[in-house]
């Protein structure tokens, strides 16, 4: 099938470990060809497999009478009354932030928006959750003024506001900065499009911008630890297009209010491959591509480049074969490619052709199944002793104290990030950042949503039990503290190399404790995910589990927000 | 009367104009996708916000030269009210349906924030519900909102009263502290020469109910629509 | 055929732009850079093959979009 | 002294901005026109007077500022 020899250089390269590869031959009888080792590599990298974190996700709380849909779907859903539903997510694009923090951060805002339209919602709220170096390090302003204008670049044109958030500053994060980006979305709770391919015989369809050779191996990379060299060995970062993909967004909406869908899933990291592969394993089918009928927009591309390009504004499609025409006159009116590039089949097999050869021909649901599974060792985050309050000093001048407080860059004020984002468009923004978690009106009725993320990473570090319970806990005030109930959370896990059992041991502890919370609560978890090798030369990240909380409010008009409203008026203080 | 929303690929607030619309007219204005031929008959054109073709090469320069826009330019030309807000600005502006440009904000940066419009001309189809000097709390929300034009343009556009909005404080002090982007002046929107066409920055249709923060932005809708019908 | 255009900002135009990155450099320690004007530079690849043809319609292509001859100038190269 | 720098994009690299133009142009009845690629170009009025040390001075403003060398290519023409 390939003329390449794989050497057991390549299979590194990969990002395969020997125990790996020996799996692949196991599971082909064969030696690979180079697309589907290709394949093997991204579908077991970190990033898609979560084989380090999986055996711990499990512990997370993930049910509730409303959640409709849990992790394991592009998005989560939860049913939020009235026969609507709430679609949210977080993701993270760390590292191709830190390489180019305007593409980086705006291509990760791009993917989280895909993940909830594929689900048949429409994006009503954006959140970023952030963690920049130390403010004196020359490289945090760079950074900090990409990011922030990567997000609003892409979030402002989608006309999607940007409406909460968060920004940390620590030395942790110098060579290893984080943006997490959050989408909140609307449906209607009887309308929610899954990626299960369903139907042998059924058109496979590719819908949005052409494919180059962006970001090749970016999902492996994504789980690879930073060296300082990586600045020179950069690879290709993708370039994102907001325009092309509101035209997505529009045409697929569009698309999802008849009824020609069968199943849908955005092309994310990793491109292809896992669009392709997750969609036929849920369904239990195979699938038969022909890569000559893939749009792309360079010559000669390889079944290889075409499989593992994560070029962006991507999305894969199994329709009902009646409903062709309907769609693709919807695809040419919003002027985006629309390609039917193969078919399900009942073989089990993902089958690949080009130029009439076959590239790979492998069975799917392995690549799912027998993805590696790692129980890492790890050891607990050793208890600190408790410092008592009065065993401080009692600083001579408060009111200096106060101001050096207010100035410092973890409690300032934070306008200058969220007046770069149009947190205005769309008309229903009812409570704008800067409260304590926004406040989103649903079209046409009293009631809104209330979207906050938090994570202090510090008190994660110095116990990531008590860390990870109080970042969901400090949602859960977020929310009740503008009047809104709170229903469910998302959350992005960064942590450092999950390989040192001290990072698996904050991992561990911050997920009990956020189970606990959780369960205390009855507050569950409904999608997510999971960033590790968030270090530089052996520094890891403080451990670092974002939440990202969505509560709903009967009527927006009885919500409650920080300012003092007038003066003489009494100040209470709750709590222990 | 009878209004028409064009709405273009990447155009993104036509939905808020919409409802602004909807709200002080009682009735849905049409919503004309940018591919139809034909305008279909109406008082009031509106060119809404959003970045219409990504805004890439320049804002609103791609819009600007689609066929439907040589439709509203020849409408206007007769009489017929067209307003074009934030993207609408600068797409209308671009067309030359009004004079000057709007150049990236000096800072660089999107900006979305609340700020203060001080009304300079009451005598229009537009601003009849303001008073003279009023001060408005009105939302923007845009990249390139930094209007200039040549200075002998702007003595003539003066002298002929033709700038509808000054960014100012709140109290009405016009002071470029008070002026988000840059503009030459503080000029938030402009009209044409015979006062048919408002070309302006700000929402006006994010300031409608007093969950958005202020309803200063109705008395614009409310004005067109009395003057139009 | 290939063509060049370079659009610029005419003079007295002021370029938020060009200012900018002036400032940007004065603070990145670059000393005695006096001015910057940034402007856009576009290639286009064109089926004509006759140079005369093509300078014209790139010319017509100018005029109508690629600049705003309000306040932009454009010049035109062709390379084969 | 006075610097040209052409900032472009990498080949390969998608250039949403060449494209909506070329989709464009195509819209507005220019035929024939295959691909079209926008870059940067940046005019800089150097206080320096030596060729060498300007040249080594702007190629560092680039490699800093004026382009992101991560996607985009640079190239630099010094005029007295
Ligand atoms: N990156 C951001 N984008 C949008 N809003 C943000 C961002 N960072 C902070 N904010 C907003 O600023 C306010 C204060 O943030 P933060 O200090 O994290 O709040 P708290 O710790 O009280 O939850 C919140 O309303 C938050 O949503």
Same mark, same amino acid.
């Given at each position: 099938m390939s003329a390449v020899k794989i050497t057991p250089e390549i299979v590194a390269e990969h990002g395969l470990t020997s125990d790996e590869y020996k799996l692949v031959l196991e599971i082909m009888g064969r030696e690979p060809s180079m697309t589907e080792l290709g394949i093997f590599s991204v579908m077991w990298s970190e990033h898609c497999s979560y084989k380090s974190s999986r055996v711990w996700l499990k512990k997370l709380p993930t049910k509730a009478a409303w959640v409709i849909q849990g992790p394991g779907e592009n998005a989560g859903v939860i049913d939020i009354g009235d026969g609507e539903a709430a679609v949210f997510k977080m993701e993270s694009h760390n590292h191709p932030s830190f390489i180019e923090p305007y593409q980086g951060a705006a291509t990760g805002v791009g993917g989280i928006m895909r993940d909830v339209f594929t689900m048949g919602a429409r994006p009503i709220a954006n959140v970023n959750a952030l963690r920049f170096g130390e403010p004196e390090d020359s490289k945090t302003r760079h950074l900090i003024a990409g990011v922030v204008a990567g997000i609003g670049g892409y979030g402002n044109c989608m006309g999607v506001p940007t409406v909460a958030g968060e920004v940390n500053f620590h030395a942790s994060y110098n060579g290893n900065i984080l943006v997490n980006a959050m989408t909140v979305g609307l449906a209607d709770a009887d309308k929610i499009f899954y990626s299960a391919a369903a139907g042998v015989g059924n058109p496979v369809i590719y819908v949005g911008a052409k494919t180059g050779r962006?970001?090749?191996h970016g999902a492996t990379m994504a789980s690879a630890e930073f060296t300082d060299d990586s600045e020179e060995k950069r690879p290709t970062v993708q370039v994102g297009d907001p325009f092309t993909e509101k035209l997505l967004l529009e045409a697929c909406l569009e698309l999802m209010a008849t009824d020609a869908i069968v199943a849908i899933q955005d092309m994310g990291a990793a491109g292809l491959t896992s669009s392709s592969v997750e969609m036929s394993d849920k369904g239990g089918l195979g699938i038969e591509l022909d890569l000559d009928k893939v749009p792309v927009?360079? +010559?000669?591309? +390889?079944a290889y480049e075409i499989m593992l390009s994560e070029s962006q504004e991507r999305m894969l499609m199994v329709l009902k074969p009646e409903a062709r025409e309907t769609a693709r006159a919807i695809f040419e009116k919003w002027e985006l490619d629309f390609a039917e590039i193969g078919v399900l089949t009942d073989t089990g097999h993902l089958v690949l052709k080009k130029n009439g050869k076959v590239e790979a021909d492998m069975p799917v649901s392995p690549l799912v199944d027998k993805a590696p599974v790692y129980e890492r060792p790890w050891v607990a985050t050793p208890k600190q002793p408790e410092i008592a309050a009065s065993s401080l000093p009692v600083p001579a001048d408060i009111p200096a104290v106060l101001l050096q407080l207010l100035g410092s860059a973890d409690l300032s004020s934070r306008r200058w990030v969220w007046e770069q984002y149009d947190h205005l468009v769309m008309g229903r923004t009812v409570q704008r950042p800067g409260g304590d978690a926004a406040i989103v009106q649903l079209p046409g009725k009293p009631k809104g949503l209330a979207i906050t993320s938090d994570c202090t990473p510090r008190y994660c570090y110095a116990d990531p039990h008590q860390g990870g319970a109080q970042a969901v806990a400090e949602t859960w005030r977020n929310i009740t503290a503008t009047g809104a109930k709170p229903l469910a959370i998302t959350d992005n896990m960064n942590f450092g190399n999950p390989q040192r059992p001290e990072i698996m041991g904050q991992f561990a502890g911050c997920i009990e404790g956020m189970a606990e919370a959780c369960k205390a609560l009855d507050y569950p978890v409904i999608s997510g995910n999971v960033s590790l090798y968030n270090e530089t030369n052996g520094k890891g990240i403080l451990p670092t589990p974002v939440i990202g909380g969505v509560g709903v409010i009967a009527d927006v008009g009885k919500s409650v927000s920080i300012p003092f409203k007038e003066a003489s008026e009494t100040v209470l203080l709750i709590g222990e | 009367m009878k209004a028409a929303i064009v709405v273009f #690929? @990447? /155009? =993104?607030r036509e939905q808020d104009a919409k409802a602004a619309l909807s709200k002080a007219l009682g009735t849905e204005p049409v919503m004309v996708w940018h591919r139809d031929s034909e305008l279909p008959k109406v008082d009031l054109v509106l060119v809404p916000g959003g970045f219409s073709y990504g805004d890439y090469l320049r804002t609103g320069a791609i819009a600007a030269h689609s066929p439907i826009l040589r439709e509203v330019k020849e409408r206007a030309e007769k009489g017929v009210a067209v307003i074009g807000i934030c993207n609408g600005f600068q797409i209308i502006t671009e067309a030359g349906m009004l004079p000057g440009v709007l150049l990236r904000n000096s800072h660089l940066k999107f900006v979305c924030r609340n700020v203060h419009l001080k009304v300079?001309?009451?005598?229009t189809l537009f601003t009849s519900r303001y008073e003279k000097d009023q001060v408005l709390s009105v939302p923007v929300a845009h990249h390139d909102g930094n209007y200039f034009v040549d200075d002998k343009t702007l003595g003539e556009m003066e002298a002929n009263d033709q700038i509808a909005f000054r960014y100012c404080a709140p109290d009405g002090n016009v002071a470029v502290e008070h002026n988000p982007n840059g503009s030459l002046r503080n000029i938030a929107g402009v009209f044409n020469r015979t006062k048919n066409v408002l070309g302006m920055m #700000?929402? #006006?249709? =994010?300031?409608? !109910? #007093?969950?958005? @923060? /202020?309803? !200063? @932005?109705?008395a614009l809708f409310q004005g067109m629509v009395e003057a139009l019908s | 055929m290939k063509a060049r255009v370079h659009v610029t900002l005419k003079t007295g135009v002021l370029d938020p732009q060009g200012r900018a990155i002036a400032h940007a450099l004065g603070t990145l320690g670059f000393d005695g850079v006096q001015d910057v004007r940034q402007g856009k530079y576009i290639e286009l690849d064109l089926a004509e093959t006759d140079k005369a043809k093509a300078k014209s319609a790139v010319d017509q292509m100018c005029a109508k979009l690629l600049a705003n001859t309000v306040i932009e100038n454009y010049s035109i190269e062709l390379v084969d």
């Open positions: 962006d970001g090749i927009r360079e +010559t000669g591309m +390889t | #690929p @990447g /155009s =993104n300079a001309t009451t005598q #700000p929402h #006006p249709e =994010n300031a409608i !109910d #007093p969950l958005q @923060g /202020s309803t !200063d @932005g109705f | -």
